[in-house]
């Protein structure tokens, strides 16, 4: 996505680990709504389909926040785009915590994400003193 401005910046961990947490929430997510797009016996949907594409936006939008956190020039505006990593690394958290309720043999796959995110966040308190 952001790969035209890879160049100038240093890919840190935390970059690497939120591509790596994208590309995972998207195989995740394909798998799940595979089980999930079907309509239940009474015609209707399942209310948790919604949280697989949740979890694909929030986690591509990580590593362009991290981008532009690392990019800005006043601390100020570093720190908007941190809390900004911060908010969607939780909202993916939780969202991760609601799949695991649903009806789907790939809900165990969510426990490995959320154990990324686990990862994320100890690299996301480093990186934050960083900036």
Not at 1 to 19: C, G, I, R
Not at 29 to 52: C, I, M, N, P, R
Request: hydrophobic share 40%; charged share 25%.
């Amino acid at each position: 996505m952001a790969t035209h401005l890879s160049h100038k910046f240093p890919q840190t961990a935390l970059y690497k680990k939120a591509q790596e947490i994208f590309a995972l929430s998207r195989n995740i997510s394909d798998y799940l709504v595979q089980d999930l797009a079907s309509l239940k016996d009474d015609g209707t949907e399942d209310q948790h389909v919604y949280f697989t594409g949740d979890i694909v936006q929030q986690s591509v939008n990580l590593a362009p926040e991290i981008l532009k956190a690392e990019s800005q020039l006043f601390s100020e505006a570093k720190h908007k785009h941190a809390a900004s990593v911060a908010r969607l690394a939780n909202l993916l958290y939780k969202n991760c915590e609601r799949l695991e309720q649903s009806n789907s043999n790939g809900k165990e796959f969510l426990q490995l994400l959320r154990n990324e995110l686990k990862k994320f966040r100890k690299l996301q308190r480093t990186w934050m003193l960083t900036l």
